[in-house]
Antibody
Framework: QVQLVQSGVEVKKPGASVKVSCKAS????????INWVRQAPGQGLEWMGW????????KYAQKFQGRVTMTTDTSTSTAYMELRSLRSDDTAVYYC?????????WGQGTTVTISS | SYELTQPPSVSVSPGQTARITCSGD??????AYWYQQKSGQAPVVVIY???ARPSGIPERFSGSRSGTTVTLTISGVQAEDEADYYC???????????FGGGTKLTVL
């Protein structure tokens, strides 16, 4: 079946970096882009950016420009999101979501906690 | 930056109709999408391109647009519909996605 499976829980110190993976299966990987969306505790959804799995083109939300890098590995059907210079307010659940008819397939989420 | 405005909460009794609105300046030219998020779960798209319903989404979910406001309507609300609902659209230049702040639907 069509699914996105994300990497596990991360705990990081302020100033560190985190790299979250999102492995796709059940559909042609390069035919759909991947969005990254995060949700801080008790808060709403926040779009971080998008990557084309066809050619690697990216769009990043202005808030994260310079601090986020999204990449893709077509050989393993895996998308990655790296966030640098982590702060306490980066504590959130990070989701990958396929861009089909809307964001039609979501990963299970990866909890990233920033704590000294 | 572009914003989408939703009411923080809506409450209805079972069997009634719930309407959740979302306002945004780009709506005359951009599609709206709606997501349902139940507690502790990933979001699920319930409406795409203003009014289209993905397979597997019950017919009681519908979407509409009037000017700069889009509306998610849930007819005959059931207890299982209690969730947070988010609208979404691209900005007017199709550069980035924006989510509304979310509406908590409570089934009384």
């Amino acid at each position: 079946q069509v699914q996105l499976v994300q990497s596990g829980v991360e705990v990081k110190k302020p100033g560190a970096s985190v790299k979250v993976s999102c492995k796709a299966s059940g559909y042609p990987f390069i035919s759909y882009g991947i969005n990254w969306v995060r949700q801080a505790p008790g808060q709403g959804l926040e779009w971080m950016g998008w990557i084309s799995n066809y050619n690697g083109n990216t769009k990043y939300a202005q808030k994260f420009q310079g601090r986020v890098t999204m990449t893709t590995d077509t050989s393993t059907s895996t998308a990655y999101m790296e966030l640098r210079s982590l702060r306490s307010d980066d504590t959130a659940v990070y989701y990958c979501a396929r861009e089909g008819e809307g964001m039609d397939v979501w990963g299970q989420g990866t909890t990233v906690t920033i704590s000294s | 930056s572009y914003e989408l405005t939703q009411p923080p909460s809506v409450s209805v009794s079972p069997g009634q109709t719930a309407r959740i609105t979302c306002s945004g300046d780009a709506f005359p030219n951009q599609y709206a999408y709606w997501y349902q998020q139940k507690s502790g779960q990933a979001p699920v798209v319930v409406i795409y391109k203003d009014s289209a319903r993905p397979s597997g989404i019950p017919e009681r979910f519908s979407g509409s647009r009037s000017g700069t406001t889009v509306t998610l309507t849930i007819s005959g609300v059931q207890a299982e519909d209690e969730a947070d609902y988010y609208c979404q659209s691209p900005d007017s230049s199709d550069t980035y996605w924006v989510f509304g702040g979310g509406t908590k639907l409570t089934v009384l």
